[in-house]
Nanobody, 119 residues
Framework: QVRLVESGGGLVQAGDSLRLSCAAS????????MGWFRQAPGKERELLGA????????VYADSVKGRFTISRDNAENTVYLQMNNLKPEDTAVYYC????????????WGQGTQVTVSS
């Protein structure tokens, strides 16, 4: 079983950058596809992007395309979300999630990290 812990959130100004990290415990991290999600108050959870177990990037949401980049380091059991040119509408709780490769649904979630972007 993989456990996920996000870090790197905080309060920044519009135009700033942040890098979120998601550290995974467990020796089978390399068998999981990883995704980054966010949820703003009063809004549904949004899938931002995903990286497959082999490092392939599968999707970026239109709202973050060109500004956010996902990567993973299987040797460090960590997945990253680099966020550039942040906007106030990026304010949300950010979550990483995992699903076993070749499956559809994310079934493992971190506790989330708050990102607040001031104008």
């Amino acid at each position: 079983q993989v456990r996920l812990v996000e870090s790197g959130g905080g309060l920044v100004q519009a135009g700033d950058s942040l890098r979120l990290s998601c550290a995974a415990s467990g020796r089978t991290f390399g068998y999981y596809d990883m995704g980054w999600f966010r949820q703003a108050p009063g809004k549904e959870r949004e899938l931002l992007g995903a990286v497959t177990w082999s490092g392939g990037i599968s999707v970026y949401a239109d709202s973050v395309k060109g500004r956010f980049t996902i990567s993973r380091d299987n040797a460090e059991n960590t997945v990253y979300l680099q966020m550039n040119n942040l906007k106030p509408e990026d304010t949300a709780v950010y979550y990483c999630a995992a699903k076993p490769r070749y499956t559809i649904r994310y079934n493992l979630w971190g506790q989330g990290t708050q990102v607040t972007v001031s104008s």
